[in-house]
């Protein structure tokens, strides 16, 4: 059995909820499950036929932001709005901070 196929999630795995008053910001386009795996096949397909991936460097930039931000939260028992971690932030370089 293939380890991967243990971690696929889907929408349905994740609650989102913006403070009172604000957009969902971070709520997921599509509800295609996601693993590592899954991801990869798709960006080396395109890959093969030529295309570009799917995804640019400002996806990655805007996961890497959220992902910073989850992790600002928890250490900090603080909501962390989008757009909130400048390079002046000690968050901005480490998701230690």
Known sequence: ??????????NADWTFAPAPGQDDL????????ASHDTHLA???A?????LQ???TAE????????LTALYKSGV??????RGGIDPSDPF??????
Do not use: K
């Open 1 to 10: 059995m293939r380890l991967e196929h243990l971690y696929q999630y889907s």
């Open 26 to 33: 971070w709520a997921p386009p599509t509800d295609e499950p």
């Open 42 to 44: 798709r960006t080396v």
């Open 46 to 50: 395109r890959l093969r036929d030529g």
């Open 53 to 55: 991936p799917e995804d």
């Open 59 to 66: 996806d990655a930039r805007r996961t890497v932001e959220f």
């Open 76 to 81: 900090t028992g603080v909501p962390v709005r």
């Open 92 to 97: 901005y370089r480490s998701m230690w901070g």
